[in-house]
């Protein structure tokens, strides 16, 4: 190799292979045979396996080439060709180990099971925060799907918490958007973590946020929340931190990224209040109202005490809006979430505007569509008993409002042959509630679900509705 090396004017094999990456295509192609055989031995049942599986030899050979690049002081990875091959190396090992664990034990003397990666190791951990940007990390964990969180062996645990200090301390930045703490927190919105990890992740997030940062990575942030609080990792201890997030958050200058944020405002509330039960979003609701953040407002209301509450329900019933449309919106809402009831004069509106429009909401094309506002917040106060006359709500639905509406004003004797998943996500949790209480529909749902899953078109979303309203 030496010898290669030093006949520079006559050009070796190792420089040779060098110059025109012949190391990286060849890697490239073998990473590519390993990675269909990864995905054969993850789906098949074996009585023996003989060998090596090929996630391994995968990992072996990255782990060689890493290492060569490394010790000899080579930049490849300032070329794509290069990047591209650590990256089918990660999307190997991903499969694998979010491979479901498939066994047959109906002989007790030869168990069968398929073969697949129960860890991520510390090349796999370093190979995702070096090549995958925040927003590409959670595309790579989505589209493998996994039952709960990914788990690490001791050297991805150790390298976990050797880094994270190392890269917060550095403050470095792949770009203006996107630096390496936010990576961190995307790979933790689906890892095994432990407490030391969560705490030092989760002590610099108030500084860490901003308007960009918080568009860019609001997604990272409520996964990874919502990892460690099922790995019940959070406890009183983190409140501080936990309402400094929030604080910073609300805030924040731009007051259409705070508003787009209610899902993570919401679930920080939870969690803050399910931690600390003296926990008191007064000052929270203060600076909304201040604000004029409505859909906040609407979003903390059950999480406030009663005198809180009272300010909520006297500024709504003082609040003036630009034009009708705006307010019937807003009164649709507000009886949704039981902050105020739902008159007879607005519904009388509500119906009078639909029958003067008298179009469809498919017929809509202009974005926001009024007439699919307006006939879901009537159909989600009609399943929650809250209008004044039922049969006029129920004739304009009918009449005007989308399928998946009319869907869910009779969920119960729906025909499913027709029903699209994808209404599920804009159900709250309330119907989501309700309309799992029913076993017919809840099975009719079910199979819908695991027929999507099966195809590959089951969102993060979706498959945290199965999994909590209808699994």
Known sequence: MIENISDLKNKGPLVEDICQLNFSYSL??????????????????????????????????????????????????????????YKLYVRTIISSVAAKDVTDTSDPLLPEGNVHSKYLSDIDIFLIIRYFSSTDIEKLFDEHKKDGFINLNDKGMDYLETVIPNIIRSNFKTDFYDDLYWRLIAVGGYLQLNKDIFQKLLAVMPEKITNHSLIINKSSIYKFLNNVRSQK????????????????????????????????????????????????????????????????????????????????????????????????????????????????????????????????????????????????????????????????????????????????????????????????????RAILKNISMNNKVRHEISNKLIQAYKENRLSPDLEWIYFNYFS
């Open 28 to 85: 490239f192609q073998k990473l590519y045979r390993l990675n269909i055989e990864a995905n054969e031995e993850a789906n098949t049942i074996y009585t023996l396996f003989a060998g090596m599986p090929a996630y391994e030899i995968s990992r072996i050979e990255v782990q060689d080439f890493l290492n060569f690049e490394i010790n000899n002081y080579l930049l490849f990875d300032r070329y794509q060709e290069i990047v591209d091959t």
């Open 233 to 428: 990792l959070v406890n009183k201890q983190e409140s501080d931190s936990l309402y400094k997030i929030l604080q910073t958050i609300i805030n924040l200058d731009g007051k259409i990224e705070v508003e787009n944020s209610e899902k993570l405002i919401y679930l920080l509330n939870k969690i803050l209040l399910d931690v600390n039960k003296a926990y008191d979003n007064t000052v929270i609701i203060q600076k909304c109202i201040r604000r004029g953040f409505d859909n906040l407002l609407m979003y903390l209301f059950d999480f406030s005490t009663k005198d809180t509450k009272k300010k909520i329900v006297n500024y709504f019933k003082d609040k003036r809006y630009d034009n009708e449309l705006v307010e019937y919106e807003a009164k649709l809402d507000l009886a949704k979430y039981n902050i105020l009831d739902f008159d007879i004069e607005t519904e009388n509106n509500i119906i009078k505007y639909l029958e003067t429009e008298n179009r469809q909401a498919s017929a809509v094309h202009i974005r926001p569509n009024k007439i699919v506002i307006l006939t879901h917040g009537l159909a989600i106060l009609y399943i929650q008993n809250k209008i004044c006359n039922y049969k006029s709500v129920l004739k304009i639905i009918d009449k005007y409002a989308s399928p998946k509406d009319k869907w869910l004003i009779k969920f119960k004797d729906f025909d499913y042959k027709d029903f699209l998943v994808s209404w599920l996500t804009e159900c709250d």
